[in-house]
């Protein structure tokens, strides 16, 4: 079987897509320093999948800690990189540890996969390379924008990296832009696992919803929307772990040329931040307690995906709805409860 690296596979996202990948018959090992994360959630990915998953406790921005792992792992046929750090605000607060992280950790792992001549490399994108733009429903050629935080800058600059080097290292690549990711495998054996405060939206509204948080802050509504809230692409976990392992398949069928293609990773539906919440109330039958408070800097107005693209080249459906997110993230939230009592 194909072997695939993942790095930040105990993250979120990684550790959702090691799940696909596994069902779709890959060999998986991660690399993940769980400065922001924790190996537990791999114990839930054996749960799923029957498989042992090893993670090399290792920070990307030490290269010869890296390249170690390929030396003892020589045959990757491919990598994931999803290691980085990825809060907006906290990258308006830390834009220097943002960059060192995000950029550092990128170079050395391609450092890595020129050296070893791995084949196929996924690079872990999002919309925030977009800005704020004019247009709402962006496509991949929409014209990137200042980015509105240090967090989508990185992003940018990764894009640049990779599109740029790709020949130099005789691999071939994907960019995957992920609008915002949200909801937990449907097993509830794993979902999101904040370090801390949530930054991200829905984390914020089950750990509210549960007891963890005093009361939820909804961070604007006087913006020029349809009910005065940010608006975003919610698009469930499960929905963009599938799109890696069919980026993975796109890339071995075009295994002798140095592609670089870019997907947006959306449902195409905007969903408004007090949608969201009146979703969650609905579906779970909770009443949320939150107030309304000032503006976050580096939020983009709004924001979601013309997924075209996506659908017609990677053959991906996203097919999970804005009640599955919110459903299977109020699961997760109190399995989470349930683990701790
Ligand atoms: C969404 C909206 C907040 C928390 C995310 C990821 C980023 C990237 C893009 C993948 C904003 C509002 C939030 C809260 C709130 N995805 N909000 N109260 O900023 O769109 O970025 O998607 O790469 O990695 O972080 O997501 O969930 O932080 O915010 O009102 O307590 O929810 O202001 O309008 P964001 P988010």
């Not at 599109?163 to 915002?180: P, Q, S």
């Not at 909804?218 to 919610?234: E, L, M, N, P």
Request: proline share 4%; charged share 20%.
């Amino acid at each position: 079987m194909k072997l695939i690296l993942v790095t930040g596979g105990c993250g979120y996202i990684g550790s959702h897509t090691i799940v696909d990948l596994i069902e779709n018959g890959y060999d998986v090992i991660s690399i993940d320093n769980n400065s922001r994360s924790n190996e537990s959630i791999l114990l839930g990915v054996e749960k799923i999948t029957g498989k042992k998953v090893k993670n090399y406790k290792v920070d990307l921005c030490i290269y010869d800690d890296v390249y170690a792992v390929f030396q003892e792992n020589p045959t990757i046929q491919g990598i994931i990189h999803f290691a980085a750090y990825k809060a907006v605000g906290e990258s308006v607060d830390k834009p220097m540890m943002y960059l060192e992280n995000n950029i550092s950790s990128l170079i050395n792992i391609l450092k890595c996969a020129q050296e070893m001549k791995v084949p196929h490399f996924v690079f872990s994108s999002s919309c925030t390379v977009y800005g704020n733009p004019d247009v709402m429903q962006v496509t991949e050629s929409t014209p990137q924008k200042k980015a509105a935080s240090p967090y989508g800058l990185t992003k940018q600059i990764g894009e640049s990296i990779v599109e740029n080097i790709v020949d130099k290292c005789n691999t071939n690549a994907v960019l995957l832009r992920y609008f915002n990711p949200v909801g937990a495998h449907p097993s509830i054996a794993i979902g999101e696992l904040p370090i801390g405060k949530p930054q991200n939206l829905v984390p914020a509204i089950t750990q509210t919803a549960i007891g963890k948080l005093p009361q939820m802050i909804v961070f604007g509504a006087d913006y020029d929307t349809k009910d005065g809230s940010c608006i975003r692409d919610f698009i469930h976990v499960s929905d963009i772990a599938h799109a890696h392992t069919l980026a993975l398949q796109f890339l071995e069928l075009k295994k002798d040329e140095n592609t670089c293609e870019i997907f947006n990773l959306g449902t195409g539906d905007g969903y408004s931040v007090l949608e969201v919440i009146k979703a969650f109330e609905k579906e779970n039958n909770i009443k949320l307690n939150y107030i309304i408070g000032p503006k976050r800097d580096g939020d983009v107005i709004a924001i979601y995906a013309n997924n075209n693209k996506a659908k017609d080249l990677l053959k991906w459906i996203p097919s999970l709805t804005i009640k599955d997110m919110v459903k299977t993230a109020w699961l997760w939230e109190l399995s989470l409860q349930n683990q701790s009592q």
